[in-house]
Each structure stands twice: as C-alpha cells, then as structure tokens.
C-alpha cells in the first residue's frame, strides 16, 4: 500500500534532531547504580573507561557484560564532568 508521502517528507514537519546531537539514554537502574558507586569509591574511579571497566568487574556482582559497560561509561562520564566542574571553577 502506496502513500502519497514518504518518511523523509515528514522530516521537516518534525524536527528529527542529527545523529551526531543524539546520545545514548541510560536508564535509571544504570544511572542510580553508577552515581551510588561514584559517591562510595570516588577515588577509585579514574577518566579511562577500559580502567573503570576492571575496576567494576571487582565491585559489581553482575553476569551481563553490556550492564558493566553502560554502568562503567555512565561512570567514566560522571568522573570527566566533575573535573571539568573543577577546571571551570578554577579558572574563575
């Protein structure tokens, strides 16, 4: 069944944001788990992702490889904002 009007002629009746504006959502058991394990072990938590990865394989108690990278990237984000926060106070 044949329509007048194709998916990329709605484009412009809604704003479809770029590919390259667009993130990954995390959803909220990723984002109270990575803050909680942030606000705990601070210092362990560095604004490498592969050295995050390890550290919370020995941590988290958890059988699903892609849960530890969502929460170990949330994390490595979290860490690279707050030293930023820092920067930017530092330079006022």
Known sequence: MQ???SHRSL?????????????RIKTRSI???????YKTYPDLFKKDFQSNKKTLAKILDTDSKRTLNK???YITRLVRVKE???EQTEVL
């Open 71 to 73: 929460v170990a990237g």
């Open 84 to 86: 930023h926060q820092i």
């Open 11 to 23: 484009k412009h009746i809604y704003r479809v944001p770029s590919v390259a504006n667009m993130g």
């Open 31 to 37: 984002k109270s788990t990575g803050r909680q394990l």
């Open 3 to 5: 329509f007048g009007f």
